[in-house]
């Protein structure tokens, strides 16, 4: 289970998220989604440390870390039980796709090699990338760079994958096969929370949705609840941009 309790972050006078409250149960699949400038991306950077939270508590399985002052190792714990998938894929240019999932195994979990390349050569298999094992980022289209993201990832067997936007920096065409591997891995438990423009995807991928908006959690339900009968207005604004009129009951 993933616990987010009052979790606030600052940049300097901005504050971006103000009080957010978040349980994600474990299996679950979480679609956030809001406006830019919602605090959407950030709440996913400070669930791992990528960016440290102001105050706040956060809650990964075994592990409890108060934000406001955290040791180094319980943020090295809380990294190790999370794996983050990044708009621009930050692969490493001079590394195969092998490499780049093998890295982690090797260098931060001290798998042995043999068994390292063994896990990374099944997960890539699993992405739909067997024929790309040796190819080099720049020899990738986007989608295929952000599976190897994916495959990344899922080498880590971490508590829960964040996806932040893995779409947009996709041209649309190549959208749907990075989407088609994220639904194939929900359905094996795997405990995900992703931020996505996709309202489809959304709505047909995910188990709990979460709008946001000006740094708060405006509403959060079930897809159909938030989908079709939203009861918060700035929710129903926000959704008339990408559902056809009259498709949710008011």
């Given at each position: 289970m993933?616990?987010?309790k009052q979790i606030t972050k600052s940049f300097g006078k901005n504050q971006v998220l103000k009080g957010i409250d978040l349980v994600v149960e474990k299996g679950e699949v979480v679609a956030i989604l809001g406006p830019s400038g919602s605090g959407k991306t950030t709440l996913l950077r400070c669930i791992n440390y990528l960016?440290?939270?102001?105050?706040g508590e956060i809650t990964i399985a075994d592990l409890t870390v108060q934000c406001k002052r955290p040791s180094k190792k319980e943020v090295h714990a809380l990294r190790g039980k999370t794996a983050m998938v990044f708009q621009q894929y930050n692969?490493?240019?001079?590394k195969t796709a092998l490499e780049n999932v093998m890295e982690g195994l090797v260098v931060v979990q001290k798998v042995p090699k043999e068994e390292a390349?063994?896990?990374s050569v099944e997960l890539l298999e699993k992405v739909g990338l067997a024929g790309k094992l040796d190819a080099y980022p720049s020899q990738l289209s986007g989608g295929q760079q952000q599976r190897v993201g994916i495959a990344r990832a899922l080498a880590l067997n971490p508590e829960v994958i964040l996806f932040d936007e893995p779409t947009s920096a996709l041209d649309p065409e190549l959208v749907g096969e990075v989407l088609g591997v994220i639904r194939k891995i929900a359905k094996e438990g795997i405990t995900m929370i992703i931020v996505t423009h996709e309202m489809g995807f959304a709505q047909d991928v995910a188990n709990h949705v979460v709008f946001m908006d000006e740094g708060v959690v405006v509403e959060e339900g079930k897809p159909n609840e938030i989908f079709v009968s939203p009861k918060e207005e700035r929710t129903k604004q926000f959704l008339k941009r990408f559902t056809p009129e009259g498709t949710y009951s008011i």
């Amino acid at each position: 289970m993933i616990k987010l309790k009052q979790i606030t972050k600052s940049f300097g006078k901005n504050q971006v998220l103000k009080g957010i409250d978040l349980v994600v149960e474990k299996g679950e699949v979480v679609a956030i989604l809001g406006p830019s400038g919602s605090g959407k991306t950030t709440l996913l950077r400070c669930i791992n440390y990528l960016e440290k939270p102001s105050d706040g508590e956060i809650t990964i399985a075994d592990l409890t870390v108060q934000c406001k002052r955290p040791s180094k190792k319980e943020v090295h714990a809380l990294r190790g039980k999370t794996a983050m998938v990044f708009q621009q894929y930050n692969l490493f240019r001079h590394k195969t796709a092998l490499e780049n999932v093998m890295e982690g195994l090797v260098v931060v979990q001290k798998v042995p090699k043999e068994e390292a390349r063994k896990r990374s050569v099944e997960l890539l298999e699993k992405v739909g990338l067997a024929g790309k094992l040796d190819a080099y980022p720049s020899q990738l289209s986007g989608g295929q760079q952000q599976r190897v993201g994916i495959a990344r990832a899922l080498a880590l067997n971490p508590e829960v994958i964040l996806f932040d936007e893995p779409t947009s920096a996709l041209d649309p065409e190549l959208v749907g096969e990075v989407l088609g591997v994220i639904r194939k891995i929900a359905k094996e438990g795997i405990t995900m929370i992703i931020v996505t423009h996709e309202m489809g995807f959304a709505q047909d991928v995910a188990n709990h949705v979460v709008f946001m908006d000006e740094g708060v959690v405006v509403e959060e339900g079930k897809p159909n609840e938030i989908f079709v009968s939203p009861k918060e207005e700035r929710t129903k604004q926000f959704l008339k941009r990408f559902t056809p009129e009259g498709t949710y009951s008011i």
